[in-house]
């Protein structure tokens, strides 16, 4: 990878890099563009995806539960149709 797509990445990653950095980066992502063309190399059109190995539907079935009412369950904070709060303000 040449330093002017480095340089065209960082742009886009809003990075600021110095030549160095410029040329370390120009190595690794070179490496990593390899690696992955290896990777397409691969025949994998026949091969069933393994995502879901040693994996099982652990749901339990939907209940039907009573709710709480949140105005009972907040009423001893409610005074003349208000919530009564701490005073957080002095």
Avoid at 38 to 45: D, F, G, S
Wanted: proline fraction near 4%; charge should be negative.
């Amino acid at each position: 990878m040449d330093i002017k797509t480095v340089e065209h990445i960082a742009q886009l990653a809003n990075l600021e890099l110095d030549e160095k950095e410029k040329e370390k980066m120009a190595v690794e992502l070179t490496r990593i563009v390899e690696y992955i063309s290896k990777i397409n190399e691969l025949k994998t059109q026949e091969i069933d995806p393994a995502f879901h190995i040693g994996y099982e539907k652990k749901l339990r079935e939907d209940e039907e539960k009573p709710s709480f009412c949140p105005i009972s369950s907040l009423s001893s904070h409610i005074e003349d149709k208000q919530f009564k709060v701490p005073k957080v303000i002095e």
